[in-house]
């Protein structure tokens, strides 16, 4: 059973930056392409960014958000800058496309 523990989340004004973790329990991103999603209020969850080799995103956070991996931490990042209301959001981690539990996310929040 994989667990993960999503961390970094927080309160912050629009234009600022957060940046989120993703530990996983096992040896679970060296092979996987491992991913970050979101859901925001009465929304369904949706994906922002997967990282296998190289890094896509979505539309909605291409140049503003940048994912990360370190794969002997078994940990997985998310650099969020210039971040807008409309990002707010819980944020989760998995692989891409989804398979594990999901974890209890991490809140964000921006201010405008």
């Known amino acids: 059973q994989v667990h993960l523990v999503e961390s970094g989340g927080g309160l912050v004004q629009a234009g600022g930056s957060l940046r989120l973790s993703c530990a996983a329990s096992g040896s679970i991103f060296r092979f996987n392409a491992m991913g970050w999603y979101r859901q925001a209020p009465g929304k369904q969850r949706e994906w922002v960014a997967t990282?296998?080799?190289?890094?896509n995103y979505a539309d909605s956070v291409k140049g503003r958000f940048t994912i990360s991996r370190d794969n002997a931490k078994n940990t997985l990042y998310l650099q969020m800058n210039s971040l807008k209301p409309e990002d707010t959001a819980v944020y989760y981690c998995?692989?891409?496309?989804?398979?594990?539990?999901w974890g209890q996310g991490t809140q964000v929040t921006v201010s405008s």
């Open positions: 998995n692989r891409a496309p989804p398979l594990y539990d």
């Open positions: 990282i296998t080799v190289s890094a």
